[in-house]
């Protein structure tokens, strides 16, 4: 049965790499998904572009695992040399875009929901979602569907990890800020200059260090990403726009960061959001508890997942590996995905 899990899964993701699916423009790789279901007499639902079921004896005086990964993708980088809509399998790597983020780990997990779906005798319920809008943290993506599927108790999001356990993941907030001063001649040298005001700011963010450090996930992480300021050479500009990129660990939450970081610059400071939170789970968990058993390592991860929506303790894992994600000619390795699939059943065999 395995086996033809695995034959199906690959050539499941061909079909996935072959099919346009940017974030909000999932409509045809959801279709790919429901008939994948409907091959395998799975009832599910969808949402927008969000695909989703539960087991077929699902019980809920049960608690609840839910599977999740993402069907959407980035648009490719201009360094492609390969079409990559075009899935390509060459020397055991399967070439495409979405291949590695995160194609291989969705399909290992409705392999794997496929597999427990018919059992009788499961200590826990299976729910999974295969989700849109992840790569743009989008409002219709899994976020959307945390009203709609049953509680959650914890889960296991599918991102390329190499079959590693990420118990836990930094959270990210986005600032805009402006600094501002007074326009004047240059000539002159009279007006405040919101690039000098800006610099102070700036210097603060570079060194700033947080008191409190995360065990898992090391220190919080701000950096300048962007800057706009000034019309023309001869004028003193009364306005510096950036950007700040924060990395949140977990010992803090976003809106504590914030407004330390609040009390000390002098620039407006305004937050794109404050809801993609850092997200953990222990390493006592009995999910997590399973990975280590099997000789898989756990680690803390720089970058963000569908996990910041959850409440829940979440563990992020999954076959391919984080480097690729993004990459011009992205791949995933096939024998990564079969020992994808196979460890997800094993470990997920030791609770359930």
Not at 14 to 22: A, G, N, R, Y
Not at 108 to 113: I, R, V
């Amino acid at each position: 049965m395995i086996q033809q899990l695995t034959d199906g899964a690959i050539e499941l993701l061909q079909k996935l790499i072959s099919t346009q699916s940017f974030s909000g423009e999932e409509n045809e790789t959801a279709l790919l998904i429901m008939q994948y279901f409907s091959n395998h007499n799975i009832k599910f639902e969808s949402d927008k572009h969000n695909v989703w079921a539960k087991n077929k004896y699902f019980d809920f005086s049960k608690k609840t695992i839910l599977l999740n990964s993402h069907h959407d993708t980035v648009k490719p980088n201009k360094g492609y040399t390969r079409n990559p809509l075009k899935a390509e399998i060459i020397d055991g790597k399967l070439y495409g875009l979405g291949s590695n983020d995160a194609g291989g780990c969705l399909v290992s997990l409705l392999a794997t929901f496929t597999y427990f779906y018919n059992k009788t005798d499961l200590k826990y319920n299976l729910v999974i979602v295969a989700s849109a809008e992840e790569e743009n943290s989008g409002p219709n993506g899994l976020n959307s569907m945390l009203s709609i599927i049953p509680e959650i108790d914890f889960a296991i999001v599918g991102e390329p990890t190499l079959m590693n356990l990420a118990i836990a993941e930094k959270g990210l907030m986005v600032l805009n800020c402006e600094a501002k001063g007074t326009a004047g001649h240059a000539a002159h040298g009279i007006g405040d200059n919101a690039i000098y005001n800006a610099i102070n700011d700036i210097h603060w963010f570079q060194n700033y260090e947080f008191p409190k450090e995360s065990e898992t996930l090391g220190k919080v992480k701000m950096t300048v990403t962007q800057i706009e300021a000034g019309h023309q050479h001869n004028v003193i500009p009364a306005s510096c726009k950036y950007v700040v990129d924060v990395r949140v660990t977990d010992v803090y939450s976003n809106q504590e960061v914030f407004d330390i970081i609040q009390s000390n610059v002098a620039s407006e400071v305004c937050p794109r959001s404050l809801r993609l939170n850092s997200s953990s789970i222990p390493k006592n968990h009995p999910i997590v508890k399973a990975g280590i058993k099997l000789g898989r390592q756990t680690y803390g991860s720089p970058t963000l997942s569908d996990q910041a929506v959850l409440s829940c303790p979440s563990l992020k894992l999954g076959p391919g590996q984080s480097l690729r994600s993004h990459t011009a000619d992205e791949f995933i390795y096939i024998n990564e995905i079969v020992e994808g699939l196979q460890l997800y059943i094993k470990i997920l065999e030791e609770i359930i």
